[in-house]
């Protein structure tokens, strides 16, 4: 009798593993609908620990630089340009047979003083910053040309009422600035895809605003290849239908959909409207009753993730024809920028792997939304695998 009841146990054990390792990865599980992404920090690509390289290839097949890409860290002075840490960032995801994807090119936020300053100190013209855009967007564009998929040209450049951002490329510039950036990366690699990426579009105002920009760079001859919702979002914001509106929206206007910097803000705001502002200059004062999940999300927390991603994901599947692309901004809850902003020193849970790199909930229930999915497409325009048509 023992001896039969060690072999239902095996069998048990064996029928448990090989349920498990039946279970798809991320990359796997959407490969008919979008490519699935993450926003990585040096850390990860440089190969300092191959439990996480192999984590990170084995769940995503598109990666975006989380910083190294952006003019603070890539051009630091005017005849100074540091490739080092992009150039392993990119030969991480070539190596692996990834999509890659430049992040940022022009930005309001992460872009040295010297950028806007003359040699006094003083704030240049529109032709010597009109220059300085050039020579940075040929310069950064024609080192990774043929290799990066896809650039987020312009960054954040409107307001929540949809009206052009005040910063120093408006005042300097003029609203042209946007049209000349796409202009510059156009020239710099012509078969490289152009995005506008932005928070908050699924704010109507700010979407008009959206709306109205593509719209004019497209009477310019420069429509760009796609929009970049960020997606950062919380447990309540934006409704279904809100983010139903803005797909539908940006689909009408022929561009693709990214999903760019998806995760999912668990912590309670402390300001009057649900609505997410992911401004990085915004800071608030920290208190004890913004940070209450300290020593660990409760399950009943972990489920509410859960069915928030859920939720999301369905109505991204819905929408696969219009989305390319969905890219998590960050690999675990641990490094989440979302711990520092707009409080410092919050412990916030807004990902599908914990601080441990454990799969939560949330991760699971995202696999299920792309099981569950009855009417599947099949036909060649959703096979988004990393092929070689991506990364070249």
């Known amino acids: 009798m023992k001896s039969f009841e060690l072999i239902l146990s095996v069998a048990v054990f064996c029928l448990f593993a090989k349920a498990l390792s039946a279970q798809p990865t991320l990359r796997e599980a959407y490969e008919k609908h979008f490519l699935i992404g993450v926003a990585l920090s040096e850390a990860h690509y440089t190969g300092e620990d191959p439990e996480v390289s192999q984590l990170i290839t084995s769940e995503f097949n598109t990666v975006t ?17 540091t490739f080092e840490s992009a150039d392993r960032f990119v030969e991480f995801g070539e190596t692996n047979g990834m999509a890659i994807i430049g992040h940022t090119l022009i930005w309001h936020n992460d872009t040295p003083d010297w950028v806007f300053l003359d040699d006094e100190g003083a704030q240049v013209d529109r032709e010597t910053l009109l220059k300085r855009m050039r020579d940075h967007i040929h310069t950064v564009m024609g080192h990774y040309r043929g290799r ?45 895809e152009l995005y506008y990426n932005d928070f ?41 239908q809100q983010l139903e509106d803005t797909l539908n929206d940006f689909a009408a206007e022929g561009v693709k959909v990214m999903i760019t910097e998806m995760d999912v803000d668990v912590l309670p705001s402390g300001r009057k409207t649900e609505m997410v502002d992911a401004d990085a200059t915004r800071r608030q ?29 369905s109505i991204y599947l819905r929408h696969s024809d219009t989305i390319d692309r969905i890219t998590f901004w960050g690999l675990g809850d641990g490094e989440s920028w979302l711990n520092e902003f707009p409080i410092e020193g919050r412990t916030n849970y807004p990902l599908l792997f914990d601080r441990k790199l454990k799969k939560k909930p949330a991760y699971y229930s995202v696999i299920s939304a792309a099981q569950t999915l009855t009417d599947s497409p099949s036909d060649d325009k959703h096979q988004r695998t990393a092929s070689a048509d991506d990364t070249e």
Request: aromatic content about 10%; glycine content about 8%; charged content about 30%.
């Open 285 to 313: 004062e920290a208190s004890s009753q913004l940070n209450p999940y300290q020593e660990g999300l409760p399950e009943e927390k972990q489920q509410e993730l859960a069915t928030r991603y859920a939720e999301l994901f």
């Open 65 to 81: 630089a989380e910083v190294a890409m952006k003019w603070k860290y890539l051009h630091p002075h005017e005849d100074v340009y």
């Open 148 to 192: 990066v998929k896809g650039w987020d040209v312009v960054n954040e450049a409107l307001e929540w009422n949809g009206e052009f951002r005040d910063c120093p490329w408006l005042r300097i510039i003029g609203e042209d600035y946007l049209i000349r950036a796409f202009e510059f990366a156009r020239e710099a690699d012509p078969d490289a």
């Open 200 to 240: 908050g579009l699924e704010n109507e105002e700010k979407r008009i605003g959206a709306l109205r920009l593509l719209r004019r760079l497209k009477d310019e001859g420069i429509l760009p290849d796609g929009i970049g919702i960020q997606g950062h979002v919380n447990l309540n914001w934006p409704s279904a």
